[in-house]
């Protein structure tokens, strides 16, 4: 008897143990809210006693969403080696999601938002802070991507600081035509990587076009002129969720670039282009009601949720395409 009741005490234990792990787990599933771009910069500038300038509301954005990153349900959980964070993947996918998007963002601030030309210094906050972006997102040791990223938000607030300075030591932001493309180039490229791997839920065959458009060109190694394409069963969701984190992030990058390149995009008659991206971008974000993300076939009795997924972030580049040629012809 003695044996049977101690039995059933390692059972109970055991099974509250893992719904508790299972309640966590799905709290730290839970993706942080929409920022409000306008409030955080007015509760900001009070905080600092300054009027907003040109870049103030991009760095605050910029600042919120790195911050969104170790400060939502369960922190920073990629490089976490203990339950429950150690058997969840659709958060850690978000998450680098998010982190490529901080990461395209804080390259063109150093290398091209803070700078007048070509040869102009380097902001020495924006030089401190890009490469801290940049250490792998499961580092755990010494240094841990949380002390990292912890430390280039705080070179992101002493460029913000610095941009508001009122002694001789300014830092600068220039919102540019030019500078804005160098922008949207760089998310083109991670929106166009991310259309095409959320395609690939389901398998097709596809011609290999890495040489097209130039007869000339070559490349190191003979390639097949067809290739069978299709994303692992397995790597469906982590695709999925990694596209919703940076669509995420994209998404309040673009409201603040929007409030800063106000002047350039109404000049160049493209703020209406700018703001169809973010209603696409808006729409990426939308409520996912089912238990798991489905891959059904393309018109098959199941939805697939990497091809609608795929739709919205196909139909923001595609307008960001647009709104490149506005900016370079206007």
Request: glycine residues 6%; charged residues 20%.
């Amino acid at each position: 008897m003695k044996t049977m009741f101690s039995t059933k005490s390692i059972v109970w234990a055991f099974t509250g143990i893992f719904f508790l792990l299972y309640g966590i787990g799905v709290y730290w599933s839970t993706a942080p809210m929409s920022i409000n771009i306008h409030a955080e910069v007015t509760q900001a500038a009070k905080a600092e006693n300054v009027a907003p300038v040109v870049g103030y509301t991009t760095t605050t954005a910029l600042i919120k969403v790195s911050e969104a990153l170790l400060n939502k349900p369960g922190g920073y959980l990629s490089n976490d080696i203990m339950p429950p964070s150690l058997f969840l993947d659709n958060m850690p996918a978000w998450e680098f999601g998010v982190l490529e998007m901080v990461r395209d963002i804080a390259l063109v601030m150093r290398k091209d938002f803070s700078r007048s030309q070509s040869q102009s210094l380097v902001n020495k906050h924006l030089l401190e802070a890009q490469p801290r972006f940049n250490i792998d997102s499961e580092s755990w040791a010494v240094p841990s991507a949380e002390s990292e990223y912890g430390e280039a938000i705080k070179q992101l607030y002493a460029y913000r600081s610095a941009l508001v300075s009122t002694n001789g030591n300014k830092a600068q932001f220039y919102a540019r035509a030019d500078n804005l493309r160098a922008y949207i180039e760089e998310v083109q490229k991670r929106l166009g990587s991310y259309s095409h791997r959320l395609s690939l839920s389901v398998g097709r065959e596809q011609v290999n076009t890495d040489l097209a458009g130039d007869k000339l060109a070559e490349q190191s190694s003979q390639g097949v002129s067809h290739l069978q394409l299709q994303t692992s069963w397995w790597q469906i969701d982590d695709v999925f969720y990694e596209a919703r984190g940076a669509t995420w992030a994209l998404l309040q990058l673009l409201r603040a670039i929007e409030i800063d390149f106000n002047s350039v995009l109404e000049n160049k008659n493209a703020k209406i282009s700018l703001q169809q991206i973010i209603r696409e971008l808006e729409a990426s974000q939308e409520s996912v009601w089912s238990p798991m993300i489905l891959n059904g076939s393309g018109f098959g009795l199941l939805a697939n949720h990497s091809l609608v997924m795929a739709n919205y972030i196909s139909r923001a580049n595609a307008a960001l395409i647009d709104l490149n040629e506005l900016l370079t012809k206007g």
